[in-house]
Every structure is written in structure tokens, then in C-alpha cells.
């Protein structure tokens, strides 16, 4: 490992008037400690001291080593002042301060690979060195089961054949304080989960991997036949490999991690910006980056509001908005008061074409025994959708809209001031997948979104 970089910005972009613009990295780890104390002072004095009238707040998505989450942010923000230039917007009120988020969105992560030292990192215990990504995802996990469990953890873990029903269910019973987690930031959906339960799950999850004539297998229909241990159920138990349970698991683990990072880190950041400066501060989320900025946003109070909020096919529940969620006791969405404390309406891009989001997050990211209730067929497929697979749900008339996204020069309407939630649909050649979200398209929504008014 290199030695610590200094304080401050970590890179510089070209505005479209051609001054420069600071991009600065904050680290967090785990926990939500912010592990380069020395770059965030810097980034407060500079804020408060440089005459921005912006700040965005970006934080990268789930199973994004450094290098991807900078190489992420110099793409995105290079093309998004690519366009404010081409708009003819060098000559608005705008003086930009970056702001990007580094959090330890992977457990799957190489040497080389590492997030770098910053400037007066606190005192962190030294990862043990691991044979490969995988014993480093086991080990991960281990850091958050009781540590009588360890032991048995590896044990099953490191089956080289499919596992039993009853060691499912052993192993099952052992990640139950992972899979069981979700509370104070839970997006929608009640949560109550089982090592009975989380077996179901897996049988589920693993079958559509299962092909046949290169399509996906159907999912068996019968909940008894599915957890039963006999004969019926042994082509599906056949599948119960441990190591993808190890990984399911591990993306649960970086979902909780995303709001625990999101609400102790960066909403204090955040607070610091709103509270300390008088620049408008936009915040943009990609996947689990999503979860970032709402709980960073709406998990605690800030003195004033931000100006927008961007979501980049959010990996969330689709409910998170929603006014009262009756299967919730008619409580509201953990994120919706997000549509009171941004001045724009919230965008959030979402797409057919995004997998992940519409085969198997409702599946795979769900925690009580609702296994796949099937809704009308103009909603989503479960109580458990992603927001940035299906669009947002369960709002009050009015509130949303469903509208095609758009690219440069066309604009996105926004005189409508009920509307607070814009689901953009990238379905139609604008988004192609699950990390394609650095094109004109995107990039774009965040200059309608900056703009507002001024845009020609």
C-alpha cells in the first residue's frame, strides 16, 4: 500500500465555462466512520470558503472496488459537463463542488484492489489475509455471526457438493442475524424471517439459474412441495450450493451496509453541507448508492432541504415512497420523506433491460414469507420489487409519474409541483442494463435536474 495522499481534492474537472472543479473522495468504512478525517475537513473548509453554489453528493453502488467507483465518477461527471456545455449553460449562476462516496460496498474484493490510504486514516484492525475472494467473503460474514457459529459457518460453507436440507437449515439458522438485519432503515415491507423461510428462499433463488434449452427453469408454485426434504423436492435441493449461498448473503450484508454507511456517515456529511453552506446540494445514487443518499437523507433531520435527488436504478424496495403500506400496518415507506426534503422532484431511472432488478432482486431480497404473491399485471411481480426494475408504488394520486426518459436537447417538464416522484423508463433503448447508467441519458436527467429554469 501506497503512503496516505494528502488532504483534499482528489481530481479535477473542466466546468462548461472552463473554470475547474474539485472532485473530492470520502472514505467510510463499515460502520459508517469516516476513515480519511483530514479530506473531510478539507472538503468542509473548502465548501464553506470557495463561493460553490453547488455540491453533488454521489455514492457508487454495491460490488464497486475504488478503481471502478472513481472510474464511475470521472465518467459520469465528465459527460455531464459535457452536456451543460453543449446546452449552452457557461454562462448560468454555477460554481460546482464534487463530492464522491467511498464506502466498502464489496466483500469480494483482491489486494490490489483495496481503497486506498487517505490522510489520517483512524486505526483499523488488519484484514486477515484470505486464500482467495471467496474465504474473504466467508469472512466477512463471520464478523457478523455469533462467534460460536464461526466454526460451524466454515464448516458447511466449505462443502464441496450440494448441501442437505437439514445443513440448509443449520446453515440457515447460523446467517439469520445477516438475513434477519433490516429494522430501523427497512424500506417498505415488514420484516420477519426464519431459517425455514430462508431455505424456501434459496430453493427459489437457485432454481431460475437452473437451464434448460438455455432458458431459465420454472419456479415450482408449491410452497410445501418446495421446503419439503423428500424425494419431490431433491432436484431442487440438489442446487442448494453453499458457496451461492455465501454470496446471497454477502449482498445482503452491503444492502444494511448501504443505510448503516448512508445514515452514521454521510448524513452527517450531508448536515454539515446543508447547515454550513447556502449552495443547492444534489444527491445522485446508483444501486445500493440509492440507499446511500436516502438514508443519509431521510434517517435523520438537516436544517434545510436538499435540491434534488437523483436515483440511478435504485436497488430498493419499490414501496419505499409509499403513503401507507397496508401489509406494513398502514405505515409509510421509510424513504418517503424524501418528497419533503429535496425542492425537485426525486428522479429514478428504471428498465426492463436492468435483470438483476426484475429477475431475481424480489426473490433473492425479501424477508418474510411472502414467496412471490403475484400482483395485478400492471403493478410489480411482488411486494418486494426493486424500485429501479419496476418504478415507484403505493404513492397517493398525483404524486409520481411514469414518463419515457429523454436525451439532449428535449426537456423534462417539471411545472407540476404535486408531482414529487419521476420514474424515468429507460426500457426503450436508454438503459441496458444494471450498471448502464453513465450515458447521455442519465447524465442528462441530472442537467434538467441542476438546471431547472435555466436550461435553454
Known sequence: MSDPRPAGPFSFFTAADGTSVPLYLIPFDK?????????????????????????HVYSHGWNNVFKEAVAHYTEFFTGYFGLRKNAGLSGVNYKPLLVGIIWPSTALVSEDEETPKFAATIPVEERAEAADNEMFALKELADDVPGNDVPR???????????????????????????GREAADKEGIASSVSAEKLVKSWEQTARPAVESEGKPAAIPDDDDAAAAPGPQSAGIL??????????????????????????????????????????????????????VVLSALCLNEHPRKVTSVLLLQPAVNGFCFAASIKENGGSPGAFRPALERSERPVFCTFSSHDQPLTKFFHIALRRDGDLGEIRPAAGPPSMFAALGGFGPHGLLDGESKTIPMTGSPAKYDLSNAKIRVYALD???????????????????????????????
Open 238 to 291: 440438489d442446487f442448494l450450493n453453499p458457496r451461492e449461498i455465501i454470496r446471497t448473503a454477502t449482498v445482503y450484508q452491503m444492502k444494511d451496509r448501504a443505510g448503516t454507511v448512508g445514515k452514521n456517515g454521510v448524513s452527517p456529511l450531508l448536515r454539515d453541507l446543508l447547515g454550513g453552506t447556502k449552495a443547492r446540494v444534489h444527491l445522485t445514487g446508483h444501486s445500493y448508492g440509492a440507499k
Open 153 to 179: 459457518l466454515f464448516e458447511l460453507a466449505g462443502q464441496d457438493r450440494p448441501i442437505s436440507h437439514a445443513e440448509a437449515l443449520d446453515l440457515a439458522r447460523i446467517l439469520l442475524p445477516i438475513f
Open 31 to 55: 460502520q459508517g466512520r469516516c476513515i480519511g478525517p483530514k479530506t473531510l475537513e478539507h472538503l468542509k473548509t473548502t465548501a464553506a470558503n470557495g463561493g460553490f453554489t453547488d455540491i
Open 426 to 456: 429507460g426500457s426503450d433503448d436508454k438503459i441496458h442494463g444494471h450498471g448502464d447508467v453513465r450515458n447521455p441519458f442519465t447524465e442528462w436527467a441530472l442537467v434538467n435536474l441542476v438546471s431547472g429554469s435555466n436550461l435553454p
